[in-house]
């Protein structure tokens, strides 16, 4: 599957270790699979691959994946996704469980840990039983099984007593909450943010509201329950300052961005494209800049693509008809290091640590490192490199991708994953 990687030695790299602080050009060596002096790996005989220009950081982490297996094989496949993550410098993602059947098992948490593909999965699992909202799904017994976290992400937990027992017995089992925060009442049949080509097309469009007011819910029982609560693909301006809010109050409150969400806005929409539909919906260059600061103030801690593979004929009928979400795990590292690295001016120690040791904390891992000693768990890129994403060329079996034909810069060359190469073989050729 994923042919281990020889001793060498990478001369020159500029290595962004987030776990130590280090942003630094130096020789960085790999020897019998782990991380070991250069020294050492050089008098061994190990070879040298001159790196000069590029950059190694830990292997990046997405705890927002969707990979439609079981369920939807014409979208997805639990190996055609991981194959997505390896080309993306992705080593460890966590899948969300709105497969079909639902994720709410022990048998559906042990089989998506257990897939033998190139990249760790670490699995999340319901909040409700059947995703249904109902009530909780046997939370102890999905977190024994390996459940890392608990979300009915694509459905919002709307009662909130269940919510509240479900937040009070993973907060005894230690996991987070990960919560799809768009109220289906306030959302009111909104496919799009207010914007020209809503109006254009006399689309619904969602308000703010139907954002802000969920994630003012939670945060009230988080404050009750005083279980972790992590927020999914913030969109809205409203929401960064809610979270800000939380947080300086010392609640344990986290939230993500999307890729997309930093790099384009409603404003932006060409057509009545469902190539441009997720969910939330793109919001306002207003909104952008909000996540944008927020990510770089930390207050956004981790990034994540909320990969959501379809089959062409889902995307057909513009945004009345279409089904939410796009593909991300292939344009992801491009996309956060063009939005925030080259055009926000964040340092790319900060940028990696969104990749890597946030989302590792979310689902209770050690921070990735590169330390001697530390399992070969990392990605090699080249920061400069400009192509255009072209989505026949993706390693994902969807193409619903708003970012065909942008130009970006930064490309992954070589992930490797526990010693072993998983993408980018031909680069030390």
């Known amino acids: ?68 297996d079981p369920g939807v094989p014409a979208a997805e496949t639990t190996a055609t996704g991981a194959a997505a993550a390896a080309a993306g410098g992705f080593t460890c993602v966590t899948v969300m469980p709105n497969t079909s059947p639902a994720g709410d098992s022990p048998e559906w948490v042990r089989s998506q840990a257990a897939a033998q593909v190139p990249v760790r999965i670490a699995p999340s699992a319901c909040i409700t039983a059947g995703r249904a909202g109902r009530a909780p799904a046997a939370l102890e017994e999905l977190a024994a099984a390996g459940a890392v976290a608990f979300t009915d992400d694509g459905s ?19 996991r987070p909450v990960m919560q799809h925060a768009v109220d289906p009442v306030l959302l009111a049949g909104g ?3 207010d914007c020209p080509a809503a109006r254009r097309f006399s689309l619904p469009a969602m308000p703010p509201e139907a954002e802000t007011e969920a994630v003012r819910r939670d945060i009230a029982l988080c404050r009750e329950t005083g279980c972790a609560l992590h927020v999914q693909h913030v969109s809205c301006a409203g929401t960064v300052e809610l979270l800000r809010a939380a947080q300086a109050e010392g609640l344990p409150v986290t939230g993500e961005a999307t890729p997309h969400h930093l790099f384009f806005c409603a404003g932006d929409i060409p057509a009545d494209d469902a190539a441009w539909k997720m969910a939330p919906p793109l919001g306002s260059a207003a909104d952008r800049e909000a996540l944008r600061a927020a990510v770089a103030e930390g207050v956004l801690s981790m990034f994540a693509t909320d990969h959501a593979p379809h089959p062409a004929a889902s995307k057909l009928g513009g945004f009345a008809k279409g089904a939410n979400g796009i593909v991300g795990l292939e344009t992801a590292l491009a996309a956060t290091w063009t939005a925030m690295v080259l055009s926000c001016g964040m340092a790319p120690l900060d940028w990696a640590a969104r990749w890597t040791s946030a989302p590792a904390r979310l689902i209770g891992d050690p921070p990735p490192s590169l330390a001697d000693g530390a399992p070969a768990d990392f990605t090699v890129f080249d920061p400069s490199a400009e192509w255009t994403v072209d989505p026949d060329r993706f390693m994902s079996m969807s193409r619903n991708t708003p970012f065909a034909g942008v130009a970006l810069r930064a490309r992954p060359l070589l992930t490797v994953c526990n010693g072993r190469i998983t993408h980018g073989s031909a680069f030390l050729r």
Request: proline share 7%; hydrophobic share 55%; charged share 20%.
């Open 1 to 68: 599957m994923a042919e281990p990687l020889p001793d060498i030695v990478f001369r020159n790299v500029r290595v962004l270790d987030p776990s130590r602080g280090e942003d630094a050009v130096r020789d960085l060596a790999v020897a019998g699979g782990r991380f070991a002096p250069a020294s050492v790996a050089i008098a061994a005989g190990a070879p040298a691959v001159d790196a000069s220009g590029l950059a190694a950081a830990p292997g990046l982490r997405d705890v927002h994946v969707h990979f439609r």
């Open 156 to 174: 919002y937990v709307a009662d909130a007593a269940v919510m509240r027992e479900a937040m009070l017995r993973a907060a005894a089992l230690g």
């Open 191 to 193: 496919v799009i943010r």
